[in-house]
């Protein structure tokens, strides 16, 4: 039997499903009309009329991605609760990764200079992935932070692009990554990457993690819920890490280190990398006092 929790978290994700569908609906239908209206006189108002047909097709199907991703977590909560395994209750990331047909997911949100605002894993293979790329400063999510295109990266691959991230990311059994930008609008605000331990080679996949993202950027990470405390709310923020131990060491280390943040953060990470640990790990031990870098 569901216990009264997981029957409400269920309710509220099935109740987002079908609000997203009538969205799609309503953008589907203003789609429609326009499209219809093609050829009506004056001529002049063709462009117009085409442009606005697009825009509620492209609304339509951010909808319609952000209903499945709310249907998926859904029942994947139903069979994590019938099943009864020990493993945590999975997270929203678990549903996104599901839609990838990938393993593991992770959202990295990036200020304009590049610093990490919020993260969200599924898994623990995506936590020990983003923890890898922090440490090391380069791997997927940064690459499409400092404008790249969407990637479908496999096997050997993984370490001819990123050496050490690569070399790493296949010592944690991953096989496969794809990384696409999280956009809201026409501004990047971060990064999606998914992974696999499987080779994979399906030419779709870029365009289907595409399509998440820009569901989760315009849609799900743009509507949450703001309580009376500003504190965001929502199934996907659950897991939400908001770097605030990272930023506040960054401040900590600047002051003892008479330096900017730039190279605050550059001594965290090289005190990470040269103990094999996560950047959180250093920034906890720094913030505690028991470690200091100048």
Same mark, same amino acid.
């Given at each position: %039997?569901?216990?009264?929790?997981?029957?409400?978290?269920?309710?509220?994700?099935?109740?987002?499903?079908?609000?997203?569908?009538?969205?799609?609906?309503?953008?589907?239908?203003?789609?429609?009309?326009?499209?219809?209206?093609?050829?009506?006189?004056? !001529?002049?108002?063709?462009?117009?009329?085409?442009?606005? $047909?697009?825009?509620?097709?492209? %609304?339509? =199907?951010?909808?319609?991605?952000?209903? *499945?991703? =709310?249907?998926?977590?859904?029942?994947?909560?139903?069979?994590?609760?019938? *099943?009864?395994?020990? !493993?945590?209750?999975?997270?929203? %990331?678990?549903?996104?990764?599901?839609?990838?047909? %990938?393993?593991?997911? &992770?959202?990295? #949100?990036?200020?304009?200079?590049?610093?990490?605002?919020?993260?969200?894993?599924?898994?623990?293979?995506?936590?020990? $992935? =983003?923890?890898?790329?922090?440490?090391?400063?380069?791997?997927?999510?940064?690459?499409?932070?400092?404008?790249?295109?969407?990637?479908? &990266?496999?096997?050997?691959?993984?370490?001819?692009?990123?050496?050490?991230? @690569?070399?790493?990311?296949?010592? #944690?059994?991953?096989?496969?990554?794809?990384?696409?930008?999280?956009?809201?609008?026409?501004?990047?605000? @971060?990064?999606?990457?998914?992974?696999?331990?499987?080779?994979?080679?399906?030419?779709?996949? &870029?365009?289907?993690?595409?399509?998440?993202?820009?569901?989760?950027?315009?849609? &799900?990470?743009?509507? $949450?819920?703001?309580?009376?405390?500003?504190?965001?709310? @929502?199934?996907?923020? !659950?897991? /939400?890490?908001?770097?605030?131990?990272?930023?506040?060491?960054?401040?900590?280390? /600047?002051? *003892?280190?008479?330096?900017?943040?730039?190279?605050?953060?550059?001594?965290?990470?090289?005190?990470?990398?040269?103990?094999?640990?996560?950047?959180? =790990?250093? $920034?906890?031990?720094? #913030?505690? @006092?028991?470690?200091?870098?100048?």
């Amino acid at each position: %039997m569901l216990s009264a929790e997981i029957r409400d978290l269920i309710t509220a994700e099935l109740r987002e499903y079908h609000r997203e569908l009538s969205s799609a609906a309503r953008a589907a239908a203003l789609a429609e009309k326009y499209e219809r209206e093609f050829e009506r006189r004056p !001529e002049s108002m063709r462009p117009f009329r085409e442009r606005m $047909a697009a825009l509620n097709r492209r %609304m339509e =199907h951010r909808h319609r991605a952000c209903a *499945q991703l =709310h249907r998926s977590y859904a029942l994947r909560l139903r069979r994590w609760a019938e *099943q009864g395994t020990p !493993e945590p209750r999975p997270g929203f %990331m678990t549903a996104v990764a599901e839609e990838l047909r %990938m393993d593991s997911a &992770v959202i990295t #949100l990036f200020d304009d200079d590049l610093h990490e605002l919020l993260v969200i894993c599924s898994d623990a293979t995506a936590r020990a $992935a =983003h923890d890898l790329e922090e440490v090391v400063g380069t791997g997927p999510a940064r690459d499409i932070a400092l404008g790249g295109n969407g990637l479908l &990266v496999s096997g050997c691959g993984l370490v001819e692009r990123w050496p050490e991230f @690569g070399s790493a990311a296949v010592d #944690l059994g991953i096989r496969t990554l794809v990384a696409v930008a999280l956009r809201a609008e026409s501004r990047r605000i @971060g990064a999606l990457c998914a992974f696999s331990p499987q080779t994979v080679s399906a030419t779709e996949t &870029v365009a289907i993690a595409d399509s998440v993202a820009d569901a989760l950027a315009n849609v &799900v990470l743009l509507t $949450a819920a703001v309580s009376t405390r500003n504190t965001v709310r @929502g199934a996907l923020f !659950e897991d /939400a890490d908001f770097r605030t131990e990272v930023h506040r060491a960054v401040g900590v280390v /600047a002051v *003892q280190c008479a330096c900017d943040s730039e190279t605050a953060l550059t001594l965290l990470r090289a005190r990470a990398f040269a103990e094999s640990v996560p950047l959180t =790990h250093i $920034a906890r031990q720094v #913030l505690e @006092g028991t470690c200091r870098l100048c």
